[in-house]
């Protein structure tokens, strides 16, 4: 099946500093969606790209769908430590009837010092 | 708001025993979705409702059963739970519309023994 692969799996930053995150994939996306997971909780959706080139903001992230239609990136300005957590990427697979279905890349652990 | 309330919350069993896990929704949406989170695999799907009694195999069904016998009720059955099942189990509805965004419970942390 498709798979999204996510770098870099763990970022270690301090207070302030920018993040920059990525994913890719070896078939194309119709669709990109940014999730963010707390500890102890389900992840929550950030941002959802639909348009290849589209460049999205959500506060401080913005996240940009890649023009090959094989990648996202993912930006957080200025991080602050409630910004700790997983970032996943996600996207429906492509072809067919998906009924929603999404493929999760693997995540990347975002460690913030304060 | 979308509600999803999973049950329970946290279990220790022992290998071979049956486990089932409940994801009860309040908002009558069609689909759901059992996914399982593991370390270094993210989110991995594991089976899906489209409609009461509609379900299929998502790419870990292995070793897993589910049950939809009403529309707010999906059930995820191990009928002899084994140590690789050990995990954090998320029961997700579809919340979005063709772009597929889910909504997550708060999960239900499993530890065969």
Known sequence: GQQLNQSPQSMFIQEGEDVSMNCTSSSIFNTWLWYKQEPGEGPVL????????????????????GITRKDSFLNISASIPSDVGIYFCAGPPSGGTSYGKLTF?????LTVHP | DAGITQS????????????????????????????RQD??????????????????????????????SKTEDFLLTLESAT?????VYFCAIRI????GELFFGEGSRLTVL
């Open chain 2, 96 to 99: 979005g519309g063709a772009s």
């Open chain 1, 105 to 109: 890349g693997q995540g990347t652990i």
């Open chain 2, 39 to 68: 370390p270094g695999h993210g989110l991995r799907l594991i089976h899906y409702s489209y409609g009461v009694k509609d379900t299929d195999k998502g790419e870990v069904s292995d070793g897993y059963s589910v049950s939809r």
């Open chain 2, 8 to 35: 329970p919350r946290h279990k220790v069993t022992e290998t071979g025993t049956p486990v089932t896990l409940r994801c009860h929704q309040t908002e009558n949406h069609r689909y759901m979705y059992w996914y």
């Open chain 1, 46 to 65: 950030l941002i959802a790209l639909y348009k290849a080139g589209e460049l999205t903001s959500n506060g401080r992230l913005t996240a940009q769908f």
């Open chain 2, 83 to 87: 140590s690789s099942q050990t995990s």
